[in-house]
């Protein structure tokens, strides 16, 4: 089993940034490509970003594009999302995940997922 400990959330108010992390244990955190998703109250959960297992290859939500980065550092068995210029539509739980499909995007391809950490903008 792989397990994923998400921190970094909080409130923060419209056009700060945030960086949250995903802590990895359990397997070899390089074998997985990583995703970032969301969940706002009454909404379906999101995908936001992914990585690939070696980081040259990312890719992002329209909604998120140009103002987040992931990235990973398999030495630390850990993936990152920066949020930048934050709006109030980006108050949601954030998940991190880990899936072996390679160009994954959605919720179900996904089979290991964190807690969540909740971030909340304020207008």
């Known amino acids: 089993q792989l397990q994923l400990v998400e921190s970094g959330g909080g409130l923060v108010q419209t056009g700060d940034s945030l960086g949250l992390s995903c802590a990895a244990s359990?397997?070899?955190?390089?074998?997985?490509?990583m995703g970032w998703f969301r969940q706002a109250p009454g909404k379906e959960r999101e995908f936001v970003a992914r990585?690939?297992?070696?980081?040259?290859?990312?890719y992002y939500a329209d909604s998120v594009k140009g103002r987040c980065t992931i990235s990973r550092d398999n030495a630390k068995n850990t993936v990152y999302l920066q949020m930048d210029s934050l709006k109030p539509e980006d108050t949601a739980v954030y998940y991190c995940?880990?899936?072996?499909?390679?160009?994954?995007?959605?919720?179900?391809?996904?089979?290991?997922w964190g807690q969540g950490t909740q971030v909340t903008v304020s207008s």
């Open positions: 995940a880990a899936s072996t499909k390679f160009f994954a995007v959605s919720v179900h391809q996904y089979p290991y």
């Open positions: 359990g397997r070899t955190f390089s074998s997985y490509n």
């Open positions: 990585i690939s297992w070696s980081g040259s290859t990312t």
